[in-house]
């Protein structure tokens, strides 16, 4: 496994990070699940992505668990607030932070995780409260640092331009060869103000493994199948789509990897990506990942797999 720093940081995040979105302290049992957080381990992934909002608090509760008898200084925590966790708690406000930084905390069994992010940018609160109550988290030794995920560039601008305010490292947009929005600008401005990327859905939830045929049943024990966690992916098992997608397997081959690396290797090709922060309800599939970090794969092939992929990507 490689590392690269983090932005404006001292972390040193592995390539491939674990994200926790559906699967752990929910759609995965928990036996497989911490079987994938002991191969993570095990692979030499050491960046562990969640949310409080990541079945209501389950996915953290899960983590705190099975993290409980590892070093801290073993992983880098990542955790997010925004999304509602009840009725009235949701959103960036000072009181917001203050609750749910500390929630965040008692679930995952530490005293401070390693990078707290917005999940969103809340528009209901100005931003320099959101910015100076972050701040205090990291001055509280609550967070070492902070970022944010899928912000436009006016909203990363706005909470730069406030005095005084610790400065966000990291920005968490959705990525792969089948999603480049953030490519355009937010790379860029991130690069340039000492933010590093680490992407969700680089396999886009699975397609870019080339599992999914098209016309073809859909593999049992697969997001795709699942009902808990298979409600955000309809939008990527178009004919169109997977169509393409087997369109990539002849160039995979010539890469010498499977197609889930490819596609992982893919998004690494930018230096501004610090890390690919996979899902995995098997350890197979993180060990298979994992592998993708230092693979030397020829820039024309990267070229002929996003010509093949430009009509149906999104956007
Ligand atoms: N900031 C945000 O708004 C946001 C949004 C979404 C996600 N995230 C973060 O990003 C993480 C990753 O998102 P994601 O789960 O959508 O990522 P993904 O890596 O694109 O998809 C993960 C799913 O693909 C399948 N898979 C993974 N590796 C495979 C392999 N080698 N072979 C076959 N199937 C494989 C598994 O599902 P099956 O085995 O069930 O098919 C796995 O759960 C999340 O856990 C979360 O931490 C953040």
């Given at each position: 496994?490689?590392?690269?720093?983090?932005?404006?940081?001292?972390?040193?995040?592995?390539?491939?990070?674990?994200?926790?979105?559906?699967?752990?302290?929910?759609?995965?049992?928990?036996?497989?699940?911490?079987?994938?957080?002991?191969?993570?381990?095990?692979?030499?992934?050491?960046?562990?992505?969640?949310?409080?909002?990541?079945?209501?608090?389950?996915?953290?509760?899960?983590?705190?668990?099975?993290?409980?008898?590892?070093?801290?200084?073993?992983?880098?925590?990542?955790?997010?607030?925004?999304?509602?966790?009840?009725?009235?708690?949701?959103?960036?406000?000072?009181?917001?932070?203050?609750?749910?930084?500390?929630?965040?905390?008692?679930?995952?069994?530490?005293?401070?995780?390693?990078?707290?992010?917005?999940?969103?940018?809340?528009?209901?609160?100005?931003?320099?409260?959101?910015?100076?109550?972050?701040?205090?988290?990291?001055?509280?030794?609550?967070?070492?640092?902070?970022?944010?995920?899928?912000?436009?560039?006016?909203?990363?601008?706005?909470?730069?331009?406030?005095?005084?305010?610790?400065?966000?490292?990291?920005?968490?947009?959705?990525?792969?060869?089948?999603?480049r929005n953030p490519e355009k600008e937010v790379f860029?401005?991130?690069?340039?103000?000492?933010?590093?990327?680490?992407?969700?859905?680089?396999?886009?939830?699975?397609?870019?493994?080339?599992?999914y045929a098209p016309g073809a049943k859909r593999p049992?024990?697969?997001?795709?199948?699942?009902?808990?966690?298979?409600?955000?992916?309809?939008?990527?098992?178009?004919?169109?789509?997977?169509?393409?997608?087997?369109?990539?397997?002849?160039?995979?081959?010539?890469?010498?990897?499977?197609?889930?690396?490819?596609?992982?290797?893919?998004?690494?090709?930018?230096?501004?990506?610090?890390?690919?922060?996979?899902?995995?309800?098997?350890?197979?599939?993180?060990?298979?990942?994992?592998?993708?970090?230092?693979?030397?794969?020829?820039?024309?092939?990267?070229?002929?797999?996003?010509?093949?992929?430009?009509?149906?990507?999104?956007?």
């Open positions: 496994m490689r590392y690269r720093k983090l932005g404006a940081s001292d972390l040193e995040v592995s390539e491939i990070a674990l994200g926790s979105w559906l699967t752990y302290g929910s759609g995965v049992g928990h036996d497989r699940g911490k079987a994938c957080v002991d191969q993570a381990f095990a692979s030499g992934i050491n960046l562990i992505d969640t949310a409080n909002v990541y079945g209501r608090g389950a996915a953290e509760s899960f983590l705190g668990e099975v993290l409980a008898g590892r070093p801290r200084a073993s992983y880098v925590l990542a955790t997010k607030l925004y999304f509602p966790m009840s009725a009235t708690d949701q959103g960036l406000s000072r009181a917001q932070i203050a609750k749910q930084i500390d929630a965040s905390l008692r679930r995952l069994r530490v005293d401070h995780v390693d990078l707290y992010q917005c999940h969103r940018y809340d528009a209901a609160t100005p931003i320099d409260e959101t910015m100076r109550a972050l701040s205090d988290v990291v001055r509280q030794g609550k967070a070492r640092y902070i970022g944010f995920s899928e912000w436009s560039p006016q909203q990363i601008e706005s909470a730069f331009a406030i005095a005084g305010s610790v400065r966000f490292v990291s920005s968490q947009p959705q990525y792969s060869l089948l999603w860029p401005l991130c690069a340039a103000k000492g933010v590093s990327q680490i992407v969700w859905s680089p396999l886009a939830q699975g397609v870019l493994t080339g599992k049992a024990d697969s997001r795709a199948s699942s009902g808990s966690m298979g409600y955000f992916m309809g939008s990527w098992l178009t004919p169109a789509i997977l169509e393409a997608v087997q369109q990539l397997k002849p160039i995979v081959r010539e890469a010498g990897c499977t197609l889930a690396q490819f596609a992982l290797a893919w998004v690494l090709r930018q230096e501004n990506v610090a890390s690919a922060i996979v899902g995995a309800t098997r350890p197979e599939q993180l060990a298979e990942n994992a592998a993708a970090s230092g693979l030397a794969i020829d820039p024309t092939l990267f070229q002929r797999a996003e010509a093949i992929v430009a009509p149906v990507r999104r956007p």
